[in-house]
């Protein structure tokens, strides 16, 4: 890889815009592939699903959760690194981060938009979903707050405000860098967007304080949503999910397959994008190492929950044990273990670090060992319950496959929009790594 | 040069007066509907007048709605009834040949509710009959009307407030009036 | 009568150096325009901490009550109990209270910004594309005549590279 | 709970668990396990009763039958010394019920009659109840089924007809108990032992379930529960179901 | 705001118009449907609507007679409970029983007369009127009537109780023809002839199951199919926990546990056909350990010396030592009680088991004794006990005899009423040449079943939920009972009740068969047989007039003379026994090579003997024994299953010396070895869409062996052969692993306190009952 020549300040703001404003028709071409996938495997099949019931869908009796909830956590999941990778190097002052926290950040908000769209595919009812929300009505009924589920509620409620604040907060003088190039509706919108920012010292220093608490508020948030969404399992006595291991280990995971998605939309930025000076191999190779250090932090955390439920010695957790170890579901188990343990061992080289192509491979191998993993948490433990007559297997049907890659597809459309309407690298980070212009260091 | 959000503002000051001029016309739209559309009285295939019936001659409720006492539905006279008594009374009138039309024809006469509950509910009259409710406090002053209007909402919300102020048993509980 | 001057330059040491030698000559309303955030420019003008942690704390705080509040309220309005627990169970209410305390807290940490950086800004200030590019801008208000001569001269020493004479916007045109 | 109470009452009122203490009735059943023969009459009761859809054969083939009670069999031991168990299994009605706390809309909830109430048209389908409850009482309509023209005239006008979307489980015939609290209104006295029986009750020929009134000492099931043999399923899950099971010797 | 252009101003007007138009579509679309009220023309006067009223009549999915009471909402039938009143089932049901509504409102039910237009069997028919019907067949009746009608004029009927069975046998005496038979697959034919051979009581006595202390049952799955299931399963329950302290043991013995056998102490798989021997077995060692005091001793050891334990282990694969613990608990547990059914009396050597097991009772002096064999006390009422249409019924070797006449005289002609031979019978090459070139066939029947597709003309029937009739429960209660069946609905079709029917065709045929049958429809002749009852037993009945006697009967929907249950019982010698004793092998078709295993049919709980198929409820009960819904199985022990390379759901060719049919497997784990079973019930060709095409009959393929002294049909008796077809079909089942994994479910591991422990550790172990836990 040669050494690319530091761009100047003006070079940094004319790349940036250019890749706001100049939209070649490559990119029509995929938003316009990605919008008429997401509507005919996702809207569709759900209007299909609407109209005749969710029964559609793969599940049935005992496991009465499908892989519409598995799409529900994994989104959550690929939702929370974007935050804390962003708010936690901001607070470590780390350099590295500049270039990269601003799409992480966005990758964070459309994540949790498609995993509520997840949620609403996952209801058998869905048109009376308000009934959930706390809002006075003439029947005077409220929604249960005893309940994991109104945890959940709250929760992705609070994230989705908080990780929009802080997307927005922090991008507020990037309209203004943007607003002075273009012109016509969208200098209308940068007008707006940057509140009529003009960049002097008093709004620099107001703007390091909020982002700063911002970033302290976002981080423990973002640890309780994803804590919150495993008591949705933890919380029941179901023998497979009632382990109190659960919150850390979906953290973990969360962090684990949000990294690995980052890693995956670096790449791509990078390629279509051509921000190859932005976003260079230390990017790479820094996220290589945070990745090593979640997949073992990960297979930890897994070996520890099949221990504590082997040390229980009850006969429904042995049995749970042996059918997620042996029984139907093995294959796909080890496939994971495989994938999410044993492959980004291949990390702890740097050159594999730095060689972008094995970094792509190996994060979307860990992002498929993770939705398996979802998907394996729901069947294994609802499949097989306290009474072992009722017990019962769960393959997905083509309608929940093709809503997935449709929830795939929808992310993807959303992400192309942001990154013409929000610069996707944020200019005066970038612009603090180097130095100010022809002062040689 | 200098900088504000203002003139931005005016760009869209358009595009939201359009919007706000929508927004009064929906509500309009809406009001005109509930109040001059309502479907709360709807024309019966015979005009028949509670208020000649009820108010005038005082024909008590029970008269004609036999089983408000002793069981959920209230029950609607049947025709045999009506015949006995405009056999007699009032026989040239033009109603009352509709009366007879559907008598002669062997045809019950097809009257539209004014007053129906979604199927989920269980109203039970003979309940609400024992209780102490008089027909007018949920019907209205029938008495008076000439065609049968629904003034209660009958929502939910609204037998919440009179089980509430009314201290029923059980009155809060939802399989009191679900099904 | 009032004119204000704008020193461009394109270094940032430059510009601190004329902020620092304004500041020392009496100016009041200066303020340094940058295209990214100067460290060490608070000692030079001397600006007082922002009032943004107060809103944060308050906001955190009416959002811990909010969130029980909502919880505990809307379970006493309709009482169905559920699971042999309590009306009023604490641990999934404290679970609520957190999350709405920490939703209450960032929108009173955006709102707190706003009202600090004085955005969205409605009145019309000065201001220069180039300031967002690569250049260091120094705006300070002059109120007379000889002021503006007096402060001219000290950013041409600093070495700026232009100075515009800009006429006069407002009263409190650039505080704190 | 008046209004007239003060503050701090309500305040302990709302924190003490079981916020029911004193249930009007506690209904609760007891199911000799040694008279049950698994004939299954209680299953095509209940579904004559409760308006359970015809599920046809490609709902059992998913894995989607909808009964409200069902006879499981357990073998015992190999062949030639070798024993079928029968135990019907339907919802327990718990009284600390893990399915009631986790709806987020309080389609499920406890009320004072002592049963596991299921409000049809409050459900949104989240499931998480059929998930939670460790006896799989629960059945869930996949689809809005239908019923052939002459069939709908069998239809119980007192059991609402359930669209798709809605979670639904064993009631204990709530429209009976409700039948059967009406007339005894109107003869204000209390619901008598054994006036009221839920359709699996008055249809099992060796009358091995026995349904009844759990608070007052002398009926029938509360003698029963007395009985030794008694046990609970899963006792140690501590969801304190309502229904006793008499040991089969 | 004001500086509008054109275009702003088209864009306000615009935007005004869809705001209205969109305002007032939400206001109209949250208005409900428009819905009728419709009250009725004249108000009957029992129909109170919202509140339900209760009719009593009688369950007629099967022979034993239960009472039921319908519950009816605006005319509409809602829900099937047991009579409370009805000594047979006291209030309780089985669940064909609750299923009787789906018989009334089934959507494949026949609404008016057919006649047949296409070819005999090709299926295609077309609606006629009633009176066209009536007169073509009174006129095809009448000119066959007169002397030798019985080769030309046949009735074959299901079964038929009460009255109506006196209404055919008079219609087809007036008639001149005497062949008028009923059938039934299930009909213990063999039980009636052994009983008249032991006993020379040609009825069955009641089995006082109730009050035993041992039972020991070979083969009679009587909690599902034999005699009167409700009844058996009311006593099984008193049995078992009725009686405080005392608790009955109950014994199987039965190649393949069924549902009854899942429920008993001990289950004993023995040989199948050699029960007999092992009831001998028994006596035999009853007989030597001087268990039987009676005077012939030494009669009865030297008949029964044969039988040594080791002699009946070898042959019936019991091993000894089981076999002296079951005789020395029969003989010492009192009152004990051996009945024998199902495939055990369904063999070639039927009768002589059902002696054998009758020699038992007599040895541990069961007889008319409570909890063992009592035979109800004879009404004195005549026309009570005519009512049993036992008589009437025609074992396998006379319905050949009908089938011969039937294809041998030229147009001849066969009424069928409620029977489906083509189902219920081997089809061996006789009943297929009868119903190919009979003369003309008539159907009277609800649903279109295979019999009904041979038919020329089609009579559809009421249900039995709206027609009047009378039924006599057969095995009874220990005292005379009949109850009355009424209408609970007004007919949904334009169909007539059997009993009409015949009363029209009486009618038009005129002469003096019209005044031999002068009632107008059923109700009246009902009356008229009811009046003479009311007559002979003035003494007893209260009610002053006939009317209050039937409107009191209809009430109550049953009656019966409690008084003469302490009546001097009927004198029971066994002086026969002896006489009769005697074990022949059982013999099998099919030789032990080509066809090395027994097939083991068994009458399933929801189907009974195949007219419950239609009905969708009982297509979705799980089988009790194996879970499986919506189709048949072949059961096959895992052992030889593994042996042969099959597993479940392997479809699989049952082939036996008549036929063969095509099944898919099922490892049943508690079948012996060389015996495989099937479910009777499924495999309809023609039953309305929820029987067509589902699962195999082996009905079909039983060789047409009959017992030797009955005549009946032996359907236990067919070996088979089994061979793999490759293919593979799911088995929709209900159940996940049933095996419990030690995790106490059905309560086997919880510590028993005995009755008499003390007070305080009784306390500590005792599940408190009110929600304190």
């Not at chain 1, 979307?364 to 499949?383: D, F, K």
């Not at chain 3, 009173?108 to 706003?114: D, K, N, V």
């Not at chain 4, 203490?21 to 040694?34: E, Q, R």
């Not at chain 5, 099919?590 to 009982?618: C, K, T």
Request: glycine content about 8%; charged content about 20%.
């Amino acid at each position: 890889m040669r050494q690319l020549k530091k761009p100047t300040y003006a070079q940094v703001n004319d790349d940036i815009v250019r890749t706001l404003v100049e939209t070649g028709p490559r990119y029509y071409l995929a938003l316009g592939t990605a919008l008429l996938v997401s509507i005919v495997l996702f809207f569709l099949p759900w209007y299909y699903q609407l109209r005749t019931g969710v029964g559609l869908a793969g599940m049935n009796q005992p496991n009465v959760w499908g892989s519409y909830l598995a799409n529900f956590v994994f989104w959550i999941g690929l939702s929370h690194s974007g935050t804390l990778l962003s708010a936690v190097l901001h607070i470590t002052q780390s350099p590295w981060r500049k270039a990269i926290y601003r799409s992480a950040e966005a990758m964070t908000l459309f994540a949790l938009i498609i995993a509520s769209l997840c949620l609403f595919v996952h209801l058998g009812r869905s048109w009376f979903l308000h009934w959930a929300l706390p809002y006075p009505n003439q029947m005077e009924l409220w929604p249960n707050f005893r309940s994991p589920l109104l945890f959940d509620v709250m929760a992705i409620t609070a994230y989705l405000t908080g990780s929009s604040v802080f997307l927005y907060v922090g991008a507020i003088p990037d309209f203004a860098a943007v607003r002075d190039r273009v012109c016509g509706w969208r200098k209308n919108l940068y007008t707006l967007l940057s509140l009529g920012w003009r960049g002097t010292d008093m709004e620099w220093h107001r703007l390091g304080v909020a982002y700063t608490f911002l970033a302290v508020l976002i981080i423990p948030l973002a640890v309780s949503v994803h804590s919150v969404v495993s008591w949705d399992f933890a919380m029941s006595i179901v023998p497979g999910l009632h382990h109190t291991v659960f919150a850390p280990y979906f953290v973990v995971g969360a962090i684990y397959s949000g990294t690995a998605g980052i890693v995956t939309m670096m790449f791509l930025l990078r390629k279509y994008f051509s921000l190859e000076s932005y976003i260079t191999t230390t990017h790479f190779n820094n996220l290589g190492k945070l990745l090593l250090l979640l997949s073992l932090l990960w297979a930890y955390i897994n070996m520890l929950e099949i221990f504590t439920g082997w040390y229980s010695g009850s006969s429904a957790q042995i049995e749970t044990l042996n059918y997620k170890l042996f029984g139907y579901y093995a294959p796909l188990f080890w496939g994971m273990v495989l994938f999410c343990a044993i492959i980004p061992l291949a990390l702890i080289v740097k050159k594999v670090r730095t060689s972008l192509i094995t970094m792509l491979i190996i994060s979307v191998l860990i992002n498929i060992g993770m939705y398996i993993e979802r998907l394996l948490i729901l069947t294994t433990s609802l499949s097989r319950k306290y009474l072992p007559d009722y017990w019962g297997i769960y393959t997905p049907t083509l309608v929940e496959i093709s809503i997935f890659i449709g929830s795939v597809a929808l992310f993807i459309c959303f992400f192309l929009v942001f990154v013409k309407i929000v610069p996707s690298v944020s200019m005066y980070e970038v612009k603090e790594t180097l130095d100010t212009p022809d002062r040689r260091r | 040069m200098s900088i504000s959000v203002l003139p931005a503002l005016d760009a869209s000051k358009k595009a939201v007066g359009i919007f706000v001029v929508g927004l009064i016309a929906f509500v309009i739209g809406y009001w005109v509907n509930r109040n001059y559309f309502s479907d709360a009285t709807p024309v019966q295939p015979i005009e028949f007048s509670h208020r000649i019936h009820a108010g005038e001659n005082q024909i008590p409720c029970m008269y004609c709605h036999l089983y408000a006492r002793s069981s959920r539905v209230a029950g609607v006279p049947s025709v045999h009834k009506c015949i006995n008594c405009h056999k007699v009374i009032a026989t040239g009138r033009a109603e009352i040949n509709k009366l007879f039309n559907y008598w002669n024809e062997k045809k019950p006469i097809p009257w539209i509710k004014v007053h129906d509950l979604p199927d989920f509910v269980y109203f039970s009259h003979k309940r609400h009959v024992r209780g102490g409710v008089q027909c007018q406090t949920c019907h209205g002053p029938v008495e008076e009307m000439n065609r049968v209007t629904r003034l209660a909402s009958l929502q939910m919300g609204w037998c919440l407030e009179c089980h509430r102020a009314k201290k029923v048993e059980n009155g809060r509980d939802c399989w009191t009036c679900h099904k | 009568m009032a004119a204000e001057l704008l020193g461009l330059f394109s270094h940032a040491d430059q510009a601190l150096k004329a902020a620092g030698g304004l500041r020392d000559t009496g100016f009041q309303e200066i303020s340094l325009m940058s295209p990214t955030p100067l460290h060490g420019v608070e000692q030079v003008l001397g600006r007082k901490t922002s009032a943004i942690k107060r809103f944060t704390f308050f906001g955190m705080l009416t959002g811990l009550l909010a969130g029980f509040l909502l919880a505990a309220g809307t379970a006493t309005l309709y009482l169905l109990p559920t699971g042999g627990r309590p009306i009023i169970p604490i641990p999934p209410y404290l679970v609520i209270s957190y999350e709405v305390g920490i939703l209450f807290a960032v929108l009173a940490t955006l709102f707190g910004f706003l009202v600090s950086a004085r955005l969205p800004a409605l009145r019309e200030r000065h201001y220069t594309p180039e300031t967002h590019i690569d250049r260091f801008g120094i705006l300070v208000t002059c109120s007379s005549e000889q002021d503006a001569e007096r402060a001219r001269t000290i950013i041409l020493a600093a070495g700026a590279e232009e100075i515009r004479q800009l006429e006069y916007l407002g009263k409190k045109s650039h505080e704190q | 709970m008046s209004d007239s109470d003060s503050i701090k009452e309500k305040w302990k009122k709302y924190r003490n668990p079981g916020y029911q203490d004193k249930f009007d009735y506690s209904w609760g059943m007891v199911i000799d396990l040694d008279r049950c023969t698994g004939c299954e009459a209680c299953v095509t009761a209940c579904q004559a009763e409760n308006n359970l859809p015809i599920v046809g054969e490609e709902g059992f083939r998913s894995g989607r039958e909808i009964k409200w009670i069902r006879i499981e069999r357990y073998w015992d031991g190999e062949y030639p010394d070798i024993k079928l168990r029968f135990i019907p299994m339907l919802c327990q009605h718990c009284d600390n019920a893990p399915c009631e706390p986790v709806c987020p809309v309080y389609a499920t909830y406890h009320n004072q009659d002592g049963l596991n109430v299921q409000v049809y048209n409050r459900c949104i389908g989240t499931r998480s109840c059929a998930a939670y409850c460790p006896y799989d009482a629960r059945s869930f309509n996949w689809f809005s089924f239908t019923w052939d023209k002459p069939l709908d005239e069998q239809l119980n006008p007192d059991v609402t007809v359930r669209e798709k979307g809605v979670m639904e489980k064993c009631t204990f015939c709530i429209q009976r108990i409700r039948q059967a609290k009406d007339t005894a209104k109107d003869q204000n006295r209390r619901v008598r032992d054994g006036e009221v029986q839920p359709a699996c009750v008055q249809s099992c020929p060796t009358q091995a379930l026995v349904f009844g009134d759990r608070n007052d000492p002398d009926s029938a099931v509360s003698k029963l529960a007395q009985n030794p043999r008694g046990y609970q399923v899963l006792k140690e899950l501590n969801t304190n179901p309502s229904i006793i099971y008499l040991k089969n010797l | 705001m004001l500086n509008l252009n054109r275009r702003d101003f088209f864009k306000l007007i615009g935007a005004g118009s869809i705001g209205t138009g969109a305002g007032f579509l939400l206001g109209e679309s949250m208005k409900n449907p428009v819905e009728l009220l419709i009250p009725y023309l004249i108000p009957p006067e029992d129909i109170v609507p919202g509140v339900a009223t209760w009719y009593n009549t009688v369950c007629n999915q099967c022979g034993a007679g239960c009472g039921v009471m319908v519950k009816v909402m605006e005319g509409r039938a809602k829900k099937i409970e047991g009579n409370p009143a009805h000594p047979v089932n006291q209030g309780k049901l089985c669940p064909l029983g609750q299923a009787g509504l789906q018989v009334l409102y089934n959507p494949d039910r026949l609404r008016n007369p057919l006649k047949r237009t296409g070819e005999r069997g090709s299926g295609k028919f077309q609606e006629i009127p009633w009176e066209e019907a009536l007169t073509t067949l009174a006129d095809r009746v009448g000119g066959l009537s007169g002397p030798g009608a019985s080769d030309r004029v046949h009735l074959l009927s299901g079964r038929a109780g009460g009255h109506l069975d006196e209404l055919f046998s008079r219609f087809m005496d007036q008639l001149g023809s005497r062949s008028y038979l009923q059938y039934e697959f299930a009909h213990p034919h063999n039980l009636y002839l052994a009983n008249k051979l032991l006993f020379d009581e040609e009825r069955l006595p009641y089995y006082d199951i109730k009050n035993t202390q041992y039972l020991l049952s070979f083969g009679a799955d009587y909690l599902t199919s034999w005699l009167s299931p409700v009844h058996h399963g009311l006593s099984y329950g008193h049995m078992r926990q009725g009686r405080p302290g005392r608790r009955g043991k109950f014994v199987q013995v039965e190649p393949r546990l069924s549902l009854t056998g899942a429920n008993a102490d001990e289950w004993v798989p023995a040989k199948p056909g050699t029960e007999g021997l092992l009831a001998l077995g028994i006596a035999h060692l009853m007989v030597r350990n001087g268990h039987y005091e009676g005077d012939d001793q030494d009669k009865w050891s030297r008949a029964l010396d044969e039988y040594t334990p080791e002699r009946v282990s070898r042959q019936t694969g019991v091993d000894a030592q089981r076999l002296a613990s079951i005789a020395e608990e029969f003989a010492r547990s009192r009152p004990s009680l051996a009945i024998g059914g199902g495939t055990a009396a369904n063999h070639t050597n039927g009768v002589s088991n059902l002696v054998a097991f009758n020699s038992l009772n007599y040895l541990a002096g069961n007889l008319q004794k409570p909890g063992g064999i009592l035979f109800n006390p004879p009404s004195d009422s005549p026309s009570l006990l005519s009512a049993s249409p036992h008589k009437s019924q025609a074992p396998y070797a006379r319905l050949l005899a009908l089938m011969e006449r039937l294809s041998k005289t030229k147009d001849s002609l066969l009424l069928l009423h409620h029977c489906n031979p083509l189902f219920n019978l081997p089809d061996t090459v006789e009943i297929k040449a009868a119903f190919q070139n009979a003369g003309m066939i008539v159907s009277l029947t609800n649903f279109m079943d295979e019999s009904t597709m041979m038919a020329d003309l089609v009579l559809p029937t009421h249900s039995y939920l709206e027609s009047w009739g009378d039924d006599v429960p057969e095995p009874g209660v220990g005292f005379p009972v009949a109850a009355i069946s009424q209408p609970v609905v007004a007919p949904l079709y334009d169909t007539r009740a059997a009993g009409d029917i015949l009363l029209l065709l009486a009618d038009k045929i005129g002469g003096d068969v019209r005044n031999a049958l002068p009632w107008s429809n059923m109700e009246a002749y009902l009356k008229s047989a009811w009046k003479r009852i009311y007559v002979e037993k003035g003494a007893v009945i209260e009610s002053s007039t006939f009317e209050s006697f039937w409107k009191a009967v209809l009430q109550a929907g049953v009656w019966g003379e409690t008084g003469s249950k302490d009546a001097p019982g009927v004198r029971i010698s066994g002086k026969h026994l002896l006489s009769q004793l005697a074990y022949e092998a059982p013999r099998f078709a099919g030789d032990q090579e080509a066809y090395p295993y027994i097939l083991h049919p068994f009458v399933s709980q929801a189907f009974h003997d195949g007219r419950g198929a239609n009905l969708p409820w009982m297509q979705e009960l799980p089988d009790p024994t194996t879970s499986v819904v919506y189709g048949s199985w072949v059961e096959l022990n895992p052992r030889t299953a593994m042996h042969l390379g099959i597993r479940e759901g392997d479809l699989l060719w049952v082939e036996s010396p008549t036929g063969k049919i095509k099944v898919p497997a099922y490892l049943y784990p508690a079948i012996m070895p060389g015996v495989v079973a099937m479910p009777i019930g499924q495999g309809h060709s023609a039953y309305g869409q929820y029987a067509k095409g589902r699962g195999a009959n082996p009905i079909q393929i039983l060789a047409p062996l009959t017992d030797v002294k009955s005549g009946a049909l032996a359907w236990a008796a067919t070996r088979v052969r089994i061979t793999k077809t490759g293919e593979r079909v799911e088995i929709l089942k209900t159940d996940g692993t049933p095996r419990e994994l030690g995790r106490n479910i059905t309560g086997k591991r919880i510590t028993m306190i005995p009755i008499d422990a003390s007070p305080g550790e009784l306390a500590s172990n005792r599940v408190t009952g009110p929600n304190k836990g």
